[in-house]
């Protein structure tokens, strides 16, 4: 090829850049509406998870619900959080589907995604510490295991952060994506 020629492969590269891109677009849109539902799954059977068994008779009863630990209340609030963010972020996602050279809105995504990574790291984490003592206990402390006498309870609040860590890992993968696509700019 001499000076100033133009090769014919040259035009074909930006497609097939673009190419990729839109297909890891498409990746991103599609995880984040799985990640949607496992979020809002993980809040809805934790908001709603509640117990009471009786004891001795109907007058006295024990209750159990999510709402009396913190932990469990941080847990909902934060898979909400994060829910609400991914189903406000679905039309960037799709931006990047018809505009696969956006390189600041995808900057954006991975600054939020990773916020938000955080925020629901430390819901699931809180809550799987409560969901431990509930059915180990502590020995030491003196806190006994409650999972032999709530049973549903306890079904409820260890199904609950499957959909959480579950949407933890999307995360890590919308993250990994777009680094991979803002990497095939340069």
């Not at 100033?4 to 891109?21: H, Q």
């Not at 969901?131 to 549903?152: E, P, T």
């Amino acid at each position: 090829m001499e000076h100033g020629e133009i090769s014919s492969k040259a035009p074909l590269v930006a497609p097939v850049a673009a190419g990729v891109n839109r297909a890891v677009a498409v990746v991103d849109t599609f995880l984040r509406f799985i990640a949607i539902i496992g979020t809002i799954g993980s809040a809805i059977a934790m908001g709603t998870t509640n117990e009471t068994l009786p004891f001795f008779t109907q007058f006295i009863q024990f209750e159990a619900k999510y709402s009396d630990l913190p932990s469990f209340t941080f847990f909902v609030a934060a898979n909400a959080v994060v829910c609400t963010y991914l189903v406000l972020s679905i039309p960037l996602s799709i931006v990047h589907i018809l505009r696969p050279r956006a390189r600041y809105s995808r900057l954006f995504l991975v600054f939020f995604d990773t916020a938000m990574l955080a925020l629901l790291t430390a819901g699931a984490s809180a809550a799987a510490a409560i969901v431990y003592l509930a059915h180990k206990g502590n020995v030491r402390a003196n806190w006994f295991s409650i999972c032999q006498q709530f049973d549903s309870f306890c079904e409820r609040i260890s199904g609950s952060l499957i959909g959480s860590f579950a949407a933890m890992v999307l995360l890590v993968v919308l993250i990994t994506l777009s680094a991979f696509a803002l990497a095939r700019r340069h």
